[in-house]
């Protein structure tokens, strides 16, 4: 018989590599994850926001003891134009209560954090190698091929938790080569202030209490943009993701985007006399619903952003990492009761992901990213008309109310016309509903 | 710690560094520098040393102003050999007790100052820069670079005795003041059976003892060089200038030229009063070792290259078209 | 054959800057590495048990977080790692620091079996003192040997080593009996890939911790308030400004360099 160095191999020590190899360590299985960086966090990237209730129902109370920024108390939606911010947005107390909704967190501390936590559970965590192929034999995925000598690994089952270029989900021909429609580039800085500066700009109390702004709106002219603010202890992270083909299309470069988007009038303020401590780039997959390719194959199953796992409308994407991450390792503890590890035993994994929230709110939103795609002035056209409408109404001109909203009136059948306009909203409320 | 009577401890030491009959310079600049502090501590100067036949050196120490030379001779000390000399040196020390002992900050140097400051439970500060005596209390105070120079540290020794120093070769000058030193000439028995380390052989690597810090000017490349050949041009410029060539760390590991002329963290610290970096592209650990030159012309095809950041005047171009470019240029204007 | 290697954790010196304003070195977000030379040692020692048998063991003094130090010296094929680590070291110069070491090794020798070869890098990139090494040897009452290049024959038989280390302009070639101490430099050798079963052993292996209370260290040795040497002041080196950017022609660039470095090259006698 041939040799099995572990039970379950996973690659990549991400939030979904994590997961899954916690639950399996905690399963008394013998599982290794293979990670590329020099630790577990170095080279992973994210907005920053962590979602609590995923890894809660793992390990209870974790908030207390990892290393987390701010809770977050408040969260803002910004539309913004060149010199205009319509802004909404949630603040509770019922956010600034324990156990909290979510986190502000830097991956390099949290994930290394976490990793600890798996290791102690009792898996193997091996860093600085490469994972290059699969090994496969007779149709069926028995192991690993790493860029070390002697770096074959082999086992029952490998999880491929390798992020958004996932090398093996493409190799194994679950995913498709990822089209610069389905995928942002999200460049990102950490900018230093100190905490009293931050509590004092964004209204909170103390250094525990966060904020999020998302941004978007005409201000991107046209592309299709997401930027956002959150706040860590003693520093804000800022950022500016972008659909790659909008990037390629506008000729812009992402950098510029940020520089430009740090100049804005209202978003100067919030970091100035900060110093740029760090800069990061990430790729996020935006496909949705339709770009999650198949999630198995005989002895593999594919989780997190190597699944296109991101809820990109609520910024949701670790959580869901996480999730996924728990019940490949639950459909692989079940596999290993039967013995069986083949693509049919494992296809219980899509099922229970179809059962998940994962699958279900992405599915709500499934053709958000082509609609979005269609019809680009939703991000721009309306935007820009709800910024003016607001403006025009709290200017006071001597302009009489009534014909104020008048005036809104026919610049909504001139720009669109009101035949348009029910369509739009029809269309919306079918797809998002 | 051991408590000491730092009272009894007097004069400022400098070890005469020699190898092959001849001593390194920078044992006589330690004994100008050592007159000054002697002077500020109201002390005399000395010079010691170990090997064969030493006492040849008396005139030359004395030349450069030692008061007094201590010397242990012995034919098995005739090559430097970390153990026996150590043993040796502290037998001196312990004899007579010197309140400072400055050792050049070179290979042997740092070989031998920290198994000898271990011995004699001495405080031992490395790699010092500048010297002076605190005059509250008749202190040394040794200031050295670390962090690769990006930091300077302070250092002293309150509660022990020698105060001691390894100083970086070519800080300071080392200038005559002739007197005639007194020899004191101790006795120190060891037999060669009782040396456990033997040396097998020695070899020249080919290029005589280079020590950059002698030179005013400096002409260094890097792998903008682009072959090994082209560091002629360095070397056709350094001597129009009257100076010497030195490279970077990654020219050495390259195989193009030997690590005695590696400037940088691993490599020697200088600072010329002219220093050109030719397709260098300015890493930390490089800049560590030049940074403090007076005046630093850095040529390099990359206009964000780091090095324009310490440069005093910077020129975006490829170094082989400006470097004989200049040779040509300067020749015309230095040979009036 | 035993070699137990001397190892420091160090932030890596490309990356800290310098604040000008306070003065101080920025050392946030600078990762931690096993200091440069010291890497050279463990390969060193990793490739003498290769040929001959026998284990590496690593000692490194340092904060908790030096562990990953360890860790990572395992992956390079180390055996047996130990991270001494207790506030009573805070502060410790290198006469304090080599007395640490030297003590904490008993425990290892303790534990481990008698070493043949003591290892540790020419010198450290933070504190660049290269007196560590010397100190542990005289401690140990070993033959020293400073700035190694060529690991030349060693005879475990008639427990000798030659070793080729380097001079200013030139090299020497030394025969010590062992067990011995050797600082290694750069040109030492290459660092390998480590194979995958090294990692594999390496995330299984513990670090051992030691400290005051598990060793026979004496405190009144260690520490700030026990070294000879201690810190007056600390300051950084005045700023280089970013200079003038000469540009033109290439006729034009040298001759405009010519005139700016004119007043020096008189100041030097040269025109």
Known sequence: MRKKDFDVVIVGAGPAGLAAGYVLAKAKVNVAIIERGTFPGSKNVMGGIFYRKALDDLMPDFYKEAPLERHIIEQKLWLISEDSVFSTGIRSEKFNKEPYNCFSVFRAKFDKWFAQKVQEAGALIINETVVKDPIVENGKVVGVRTDRPDGDLYCDCVIAADGVNSFLAKSLGLREKITPNKVAIAVKEIIGLPENVINDRFGVSNDSEGVTIEITGPYFEGMETMAFIYTNKNSVSIGVGTIIEDIIEHKVNPNDLIEKFKTHPSIAPLIAGGETKEYLAHMIPEGGYYAVPKLYTDGFMVTGDAAMLVNSVHREGSNLAIESGKLAARTYLEAREKGDFSAKSLSAYQTKMEESFVLKDLKMYRNLPHLLEEKRYLLTKYPQLIIDSMYNIYNVDGVSKPDKIKAIKERLKKDFGYWNLAKDMFTLWRKLG | ?336 | MHSLVFIKQVPDAAQVRVDYETGTLIREGVPAIINPFDTHAIEAAVQIKDKFGGSVSVLCMGPPMADEALKKALAMGADNVFLLSDRVFAGSDTLATSYALWAGAQKVIQEVGPVDIFWAGKQAIDGDTAQTGPGIATRFDVPLVTYAVEIKEVDPQARKIKIVRLLEGGTETVEVPMPCLITTEETLNHIRFAPLPYLIKAARTPVVLLNSSNTTIDASQCGLKNSPTKVKKAFTPPKRERGEMIEGSLDEIVNTVYAKIEPMLKQLGKV
Request: charged share 25%; glycine share 8%; with cysteine.
């Open chain 2, 1 to 336: 710690m051991i408590k000491q009577d730092i009272t009894q401890y007097k004069n400022v030491w400098v070890f005469i560094e020699h190898n092959e009959g001849k001593i390194e310079r920078v044992s006589l600049e330690l004994l100008s520098k050592g007159a000054e502090l002697a002077k500020d501590l109201g002390c005399e100067v000395c010079a010691f040393t170990v090997g064969d036949k030493v006492e040849q050196f008396a005139k030359e120490v004395g030349e450069y102003g030692a008061k007094k030379f201590y010397i242990i001779e012995n034919p098995v000390l005739k090559e430097y050999r970390t153990e026996p000399w150590r043993d040796a040196i502290v037998y001196l020390i312990d004899k007579y007790k010197p309140e400072v002992a400055l050792i050049g900050a070179t290979t042997l140097g740092r070989d031998l100052a920290g198994t000898v400051a271990t011995k004699l439970s001495a405080g031992l500060t490395a790699d010092t820069t500048a010297l002076d005596i605190d005059p509250s209390n008749k202190n040394l105070l040794m200031t050295r670079p670390t962090f690769g120079g990006n930091l300077m540290a302070t250092i002293f020794c309150p509660d022990n005795r020698p105060q001691m120093s390894t100083v970086r070769p070519g800080v300071f000058k080392a200038v005559k003041n002739p007197t005639k030193p007194e020899i004191i000439k101790e006795k120190y028995d060891i037999t060669e059976d009782k040396i456990v380390k033997k040396i097998i052989e020695k070899v020249q690597t080919g290029e005589e003892k280079v020590n950059l810090s002698f030179y005013e000017v400096i002409v260094a490349g890097g792998k903008g060089m682009g072959k090994k050949e082209n560091l002629k041009l360095l070397e056709d410029l350094a001597n129009v200038l009257g100076g010497t060539w030195a490279v970077s760390r990654k020219v050495v590991q390259a195989g193009w030229a030997p690590q005695s002329r590696q400037v940088g963290q691993t490599g020697q610290t200088v600072h010329p009063k002219i220093y050109i970096a030719a397709g260098i592209s300015g890493a930390v650990q490089h800049v560590a070792g030049m940074k403090s030159s007076d005046i630093i012309i850095a040529i390099n095809t990359d206009p964000e290259a780091p090095i324009f950041e310490v440069a005093t005047y910077g020129i975006v171009g490829d170094c082989l078209q400006v470097l004989p470019k200049m040779t040509e240029m300067f020749k015309q204007k230095l040979v009036k």
